[in-house]
């Protein structure tokens, strides 16, 4: 267990480091059983951060520096992506850039399961990174592995959720619920390890 200053209580703002309103609410429902007081970069109007770093530790741990240091609040920053075996692990951290260079998800979907027919092995992965207004930081990961379906499907979840079929299931992650979803996601498993660490 970490020492005091790092737990996290009932009422406690957190800084949910995204501009991304997808996540935004994804976080706020894993945050409400610990009553923590969450508000995005977004709405307090933070600049985002260049994300320059080659792995998804790094670009979380430069977005919650980041607004924990603007905020003046303990931040909480998520980076993921999908890692497609076709591909060789693209688009991994360039994931949210990759739709916007294709023209948006439906495009980036299509071609990645337009490349994906002969393999369709993949992985989520997510990196969380706390950090606290002194400058310090705790980092924690998750990943879930699946595969690509050959088509999109359902109307839950964002970004490339409609194309991916976690392993044990037979529904992509737009089709199952966001509780259903969490507990075998990749946001889900690093989510876990961050509240067992810092909050009550």
Known sequence: MLPEPW????????VIATHNSGKLAEFAALMVPYGLDCTSAAALGLPEPVEDA????????IKALA???YSGLPALADD??????????APGVRSSRYANEAGGYPQ???AIVA?????DHAAFGCALCLAMPSGETATYLGFCHGRIAPEPRGAGGFGYDAIFIPIGSNRRFAEMSEAEKSTVSHRGRAVRQFI???CC
């Open 7 to 14: 737990r996290l209580r009932t009422g406690q703002q957190l």
């Open 54 to 61: 080659p792995d998804f530790a790094g670009n979380a741990k």
């Open 67 to 69: 607004a924990a240091k």
């Open 80 to 89: 993921s992506g999908l890692l497609v075996a076709a591909l060789h692990g």
């Open 108 to 110: 980036a979907m299509a």
């Open 115 to 119: 490349a994906s027919r002969t393999n």
């Open 196 to 198: 067992a660490a810092h």
